[in-house]
């Protein structure tokens, strides 16, 4: 779930993942075009047990009808890297 804090001035989002139990909070920024959200948010590991790591949420927009999420881990770090990637595509 994504939207826009009108109190932060930011955009907020939860991600919901099926490996453990965890939600995850995140905030960030829409960028100059409008099409790209970049959120920065802390993360439970649940294959490692690591506790409130920071990991990298963008969400793509492709289209009206299409939009993809990407999951990036050891932010800040040379070895960076995309953990994961979920393209949406609304059926019509």
Partial sequence: ITGYDNVKKKYVGSH????GTG?????GTLDQTGK???MFGKYDEPMTGE???IMKFVLRLIG???YVFE???L???PDEFKAMEMTY???R
């Fill in 23 to 27: 939600i995850y909070s995140a905030e």
């Fill in 75 to 77: 932010v800040g770090t």
């Fill in 64 to 66: 009206p009808d299409k």
């Fill in 36 to 38: 790209v959200l970049t």
């Fill in 51 to 53: 506790r409130d790591k």
């Fill in 71 to 73: 999951m990036y881990d």
């Fill in 89 to 91: 595509v609304r059926k």
């Fill in 16 to 19: 919901i993942e099926n490996m």
